[in-house]
């Protein structure tokens, strides 16, 4: 499959976003705001992995759909997941290369993640983190769901999705809402949760108080992203 012209966009604004914060704390667990942001996600999949019937993770074949540098799968393997069933795939060589450095064990991929490089029905569970919100072409974003949907086993396999519904002040993401996520994955049950505080709020928050962070995020209203447990229905 040709190349689009945004996924040629989305590798130079990646390029711009890991130059810009070479120097920033921002997305480090020293930094409070991301710890707890981090955190909190983290209890949440957790809660939603055990009730989707996906607990224990150790004999589970997973993949992570843009795993970047592998942050993600690296908190995978503290969840339990095996080293040898854990795989991930990414757009640029260069945050697979620093992610293989991290995690030598587990199978990665360089791919864009139209034509997943899997077989049909491989994965138990296929993990996607804001991946689809830095993608503006619709027709590549129904690529990567009818993929994803591809390679996850059936009728039993989960797709486990955490992206954001708002991001106004990044003309380079687009928020996707539930609607739109069903329309991506048709015949498919989708589960929904607004979680986390959105950034801003926390960056400022954080500072006065842990507990008023969290009593916030209680708010459905002031949470930035949906954690969805999606389903095909066969």
Not at 34 to 58: D, I, S
């Amino acid at each position: 499959m040709p190349d689009s012209p945004d996924l040629d966009r989305l590798r130079l604004e990646y390029e711009d976003r890991a130059r810009r914060f070479a120097a920033s704390d921002t997305y480090s667990l020293f930094n409070p705001a991301n710890l707890f942001t981090v955190q909190q996600r983290q209890r949440a999949v957790l809660k939603m992995l055990r009730r989707q019937g996906l607990y224990p993770l150790a004999e589970q074949f997973i993949l992570e759909l843009g795993c970047g540098r592998g942050g993600v799968l690296l908190e995978y393997l503290s969840y339990g997941a095996a080293p040898g069933r854990l795989y991930g795939t990414d757009l640029l060589p260069d945050r697979v290369s620093a992610a293989h450095q991290n995690l030598p064990q587990v199978a990665l991929t360089v791919a864009d993640g139209q034509q997943l490089p899997y077989a049909d029905g491989q994965f138990d569970l296929v993990v996607q983190y804001t991946v689809f919100t830095s993608v503006l072409d619709d027709g590549v974003k129904a690529n990567l769901a009818r993929d994803m949907l591809r390679v996850l086993r059936k009728p039993a396999g989960l797709i486990l999705w955490y992206d954001f519904w708002l991001n106004p002040t990044n003309p380079q993401t687009r928020g996707i809402r539930p609607a739109e996520v069903r329309r991506l994955f048709p015949n498919c049950r989708c589960d929904f949760q607004r979680i986390t505080l959105a950034p801003p709020i926390t960056r400022r928050l954080i500072k006065m108080s842990w507990l008023a962070c969290y009593l916030l995020e209680k708010v459905r209203a002031f949470n930035s992203h949906y954690l969805a447990a999606i389903r095909p229905i066969v």
